[in-house]
């Protein structure tokens, strides 16, 4: 049975920072292609960040991109989400996703087979 579980999450104030955990059991991440979505309040669920370290390579929202940092270690069988100089419009419940996918679109969502329950992210501004 795969889970991913994330954690990580809570209250900080704008201009500050937090780390997201998502740890995997029941699938290992190394070829996988993993990704951080997010949902805040009456809004539709958003692609944040990508990796599929088997080709090396990241993605990002331009809505993050030069704040936030996504990254993977194998051997933890985790994925994290370095969140700096976080802005109101931040806050959201985020969430990591897990698949096998090709596909070139590391944001269509329909691609990630599996999903964590969320860790809720605030931020005060």
């Known amino acids: 049975q795969v889970q991913l579980v994330e954690s990580g999450g809570g209250w900080v104030q704008a201009g500050g920072s937090l780390r997201l955990s998502c740890e995997a059991s029941?699938?290992?991440?190394?070829?996988?292609?993993m990704g951080w979505f997010r949902q805040a309040p009456g809004k539709e669920r958003e692609a944040v960040a990508g990796?599929?370290?088997?080709?090396?390579?990241?993605y990002y929202a331009d809505s993050v991109k030069g704040r936030f940092t996504i990254s993977q270690d194998n051997a933890k069988n985790t994925v994290f989400l370095q969140m700096d100089s976080l802005k109101p419009e931040d806050a959201a419940m985020y969430y990591c996703?897990?698949?096998?996918?090709?596909?070139?679109?590391?944001?269509?969502?329909?691609?990630?087979?599996?999903w964590g329950q969320g860790t809720q992210v605030t931020v005060s501004s």
């Open positions: 990796i599929y370290s088997r080709f090396g390579r990241t």
């Open positions: 029941g699938y290992t991440l190394s070829s996988a292609r």
């Open positions: 996703a897990a698949g096998s996918s090709s596909f070139s679109r590391w944001d269509v969502q329909s691609i990630y087979n599996y």
